[in-house]
């Protein structure tokens, strides 16, 4: 069983900075490839930003430059560093452990001004 724990959402203007962690339960995650997926309101969920084990990341191409994935195995956590951010960025972001059925309850990002 894993559990993953998101934070860092919030409320912010267009163009400010947020930073997610996800912070993973269980002694697998070293191993793990994780990404960060999110569900604006009325619209399918969809892959963000993943990172494999070997570092090695992808992002859609609605964030790419803006948001940068990391991760700390000593800390069992995964990071969305998320900068200039825009009013469609808007969502629910989860974090996953990818090809599982494990996701964390979500944390809410809302940009407005």
């Known amino acids: 069983q894993v559990q993953l724990v998101e934070s860092g959402g919030g409320l912010v203007q267009p163009g400010a900075s947020l930073r997610l962690s996800c912070a993973a339960s269980?002694?697998?995650?070293?191993?793990?490839?994780m990404a960060w997926f999110r569900q604006a309101p009325g619209k399918q969920r969809e892959l963000v930003a993943g990172?494999?084990?070997?570092?090695?990341?992808n992002y859609a191409d609605s964030v790419k430059g803006r948001f940068t994935v990391a991760r700390d195995n000593a800390k069992n956590t995964v990071y969305l560093q998320m900068n200039s951010l825009k009013p469609e960025d808007t969502a629910v972001y989860y974090c996953?452990?990818?090809?599982?059925?494990?996701w964390g309850q979500g944390t809410q990002v809302t940009v407005s001004s």
């Open positions: 996953t452990v990818a090809g599982t059925g494990y």
């Open positions: 269980g002694n697998r995650f070293s191993i793990a490839t």
């Open positions: 990172i494999t084990s070997g570092l090695r990341t």
